[in-house]
Nanobody
C-alpha cells in the first residue's frame, strides 16, 4: 500500500512558477513509477508527466513539455512537479499517482492522492 499526499498548490499569475510536492508513505515507494495528472473544471483527467521507479524514463504531455519538470527523491519518498511559465489553461486540480510502470494512461496507476488545486490567473 502507498498513501500519497500532494501539496504546493495555490494561486499564481500567468508566467509564474509553482512546485508541487507529493509525499508517499510505505517502504516500497522506490519500486513504483510516479506520475502527475490534472483535471480542470468540466474536463476529464489528463496526463501531465511520469517518471519510472529508478528515474531513468520520463514522459511528458506535449502541452507541458519544456515548461514542467518531474523529479523524484527515493530516499525521501517524494515526487515533485516544477511548473514554470504557467498559463491560465494549466488551472486544474493536480493529482499524484503511483503504479507499476510509467505510462500516460490513468488506468495504469493503482494509488492516487487527493489532489491539490492550482489556479493560474491571466
Amino acid at each position: 500500500q502507498v498513501q500519497l499526499v500532494e501539496s504546493g498548490g495555490g494561486l499564481v499569475q500567468a508566467g509564474g512558477s509553482l512546485r508541487l510536492s507529493c509525499t508517499a508513505s510505505g517502504r516500497t515507494f522506490a519500486t513504483y513509477a510516479m506520475a502527475w495528472f490534472r483535471q480542470a473544471p468540466g474536463k476529464v483527467r489528463e496526463f501531465v508527466a511520469a517518471k519510472s521507479s529508478g528515474g531513468g524514463v520520463t514522459y511528458y504531455a506535449d502541452v507541458v513539455k519544456g515548461r514542467f519538470t518531474i523529479s523524484r527523491d527515493n530516499d525521501k519518498n517524494m515526487v515533485y512537479l516544477q511548473m514554470d511559465s504557467l498559463k491560465s489553461e494549466d488551472t486544474a486540480v493536480y493529482y499524484c499517482a503511483a503504479g507499476p510502470f510509467a505510462a500516460a494512461f490513468s488506468t495504469r496507476y493503482t494509488f492516487w492522492g487527493q489532489g491539490t488545486l492550482v489556479t493560474v490567473s491571466s
